[in-house]
């Protein structure tokens, strides 16, 4: 990933400035040379894990997918590996609730995620993608306190018919805990080879048409809000209705040009369903 240099020096050339990340993130330029911090978020059916997928394979990003996360973290049974205390806060929280839509409390989540993307700029210089991330609006100060906020924003845009059509089509692989879009199912370098995989392949209880609805309706009132958190240049919504062929050299050609990347020839992930 060939990338041009983006130190600021003063007029003579002697010493570098330095930007902060607030103000790198207010005048819209990425936070460190040479990384990128990519979120992508959308309603439920807008190809957010797709996207991940490819945009991460593209520019060697590591994906960080917050909700897999915390699951995660919860279901950890040995004590060795939750030193913490946070597993066995986020399980009681989970045996607990009665309302499937309430959302962990974000003094356990943001710890864990901030663990892993740590642990991503540590081992990749690339940079990191996050799926959805800040998912209300009271969230952000707590993500920018723990020096989680992006430095570009996909936002994929879908109208009802489309997330009816791709979530009534999208299967879950459960021995793999692993979802299967409409896309990749339909894409021969994205479906799964292995005949046993594809055998397990079922469709999802909360793929379910009025649990699809609540999410949707959740999404257009809390994800709206927390875009508009977000500096407006930072921010690039797409038409994820299109196919993925068509809809990936789009938002490519944005981050290239907000990383200052030289355009690179696209792996062969993005075929027309």
């Known amino acids: 990933m060939n990338m041009e240099a983006a130190t600021t020096t003063t007029e003579g050339g002697q010493g570098a400035t330095t930007t902060t990340t607030q103000q790198q993130q207010e005048e819209g330029a990425t936070s460190s040379p040479g990384m990128m911090k990519v979120t992508v978020m959308g309603p439920p059916g807008s190809g957010k894990t797709t996207v991940l997928q490819l945009l991460s394979q593209h520019y060697g990003l590591t994906p960080i997918k917050t909700g897999e996360i915390?699951?995660?973290?919860?279901?950890?049974?040995?004590?060795?590996?939750?030193?913490?205390?946070?597993?066995?806060k986020l399980r009681d929280f989970f045996y607990q609730k009665k309302d499937k839509t309430q959302r962990p409390p974000i003094e356990l989540v943001v710890p864990?995620?901030?663990?892993?993307?740590?642990?991503?700029?540590?081992?990749?210089?690339?940079?990191?993608?996050?799926e959805r991330g800040i998912r209300e609006p009271e969230h952000y100060e707590a993500f920018r306190n723990a020096d989680l906020l992006p430095d570009r924003v996909v936002v994929l845009e879908v109208g009802p018919e489309t997330i009816n059509k791709r979530l009534s089509s999208r299967r879950i692989d459960r021995t793999q805990d692993r979802v299967y879009s409409i896309d990749e199912l339909s894409s021969p370098s994205l479906r799964p080879r292995d005949q046993e995989v594809l055998r397990r392949l079922q469709k999802r209880k909360h793929d379910d048409p009025a649990d699809v609805a609540r999410r949707t309706r959740r999404y257009r009132s809390e994800g709206y809000v927390v875009r508009l958190?977000?500096?407006?240049?930072?921010?690039?919504?797409?038409?994820?209705?299109?196919?993925?062929?068509?809809?990936?050299?789009?938002?490519?050609?944005?981050?290239?040009?907000?990383?200052?990347?030289?355009?690179?020839?696209?792996?062969?992930?993005?075929?027309?369903?």
């Open 70 to 88: 915390v699951i995660d973290h919860a279901l950890r049974l040995n004590g060795t590996e939750d030193s913490s205390g946070l597993g066995q």
């Open 112 to 130: 864990l995620i901030a663990e892993h993307v740590r642990r991503a700029e540590l081992a990749n210089p690339h940079g990191w993608i996050m």
């Open 229 to 273: 958190l977000y500096p407006p240049n930072t921010v690039r919504e797409f038409d994820a209705s299109q196919p993925i062929s068509a809809l990936l050299p789009q938002i490519t050609k944005w981050l290239d040009a907000s990383y200052h990347l030289q355009p690179a020839t696209h792996n062969n992930t993005a075929d027309q369903p």
